[in-house]
């Protein structure tokens, strides 16, 4: 019995040692090798579109559901302005050959930028008189504007 019972342990043992010795089956899809210049394709990721509603029944904002945003058309943004304004200029000061204009001094021939209602304007002093200042207002190098400044009577 005692032989009978180490047959079969022993047994037991190299049926476990073949089954974790044995190899895996081969299969096709795992005896390919895959190297760098194997193409895959790759698959085609569809794009999102999101498509404003026209109204309530086509859909809402996911995000904020009872808003009226989605529907409301937006008017084209028109302006009848013209493009350049003249500079609002204001002759500060007149000093010897100095003249301040707008806070900020220049001499005859002298260029630099100004504050004005609209925003920084970029001039040049061309003449500068005993009661006047002839400026010119640039834009890209060029002259858009002239103008003769005069200073204000008390």
């Known amino acids: 019995m005692k032989t009978f019972l180490l047959l ?21 899809a795992t005896t ?3 190297g ?27 995000f904020f559901p009872t808003s009226k945003r989605p529907y409301v058309r937006a008017m084209p943004h028109t302006t009848n302005t013209p493009a350049i304004q003249p500079a609002k200029l204001i002759l500060n000061g ?7 204009i707008n806070g900020r ?12 209602d609209g925003g920084r304007r970029h001039i040049r002093c061309i003449k500068i008189k005993e009661e006047s200042v002839t400026v010119e207002t640039l834009e890209n190098g060029a002259a858009i504007d002239r103008q003769e400044l005069k200073l204000r009577v008390f």
């Open 36 to 62: 760098p210049n194997t193409s895959m394709a790759e698959p085609e990721i569809p794009a999102s579109v999101f498509v404003l509603p026209a109204d309530p029944k086509d859909g809402k904002d996911p």
């Open 94 to 100: 007149i000093s010897r050959k100095l003249a301040m």
């Open 105 to 116: 001094t220049f001499s005859e021939g002298e260029e630099g930028d100004v504050n004005t």
């Open 32 to 34: 390919q090798k895959r």
């Open 8 to 28: 079969m342990g022993l047994g037991s043992y190299l049926a476990v040692q073949t089954i974790i010795a044995a190899p895996a089956p081969k299969d096709s």
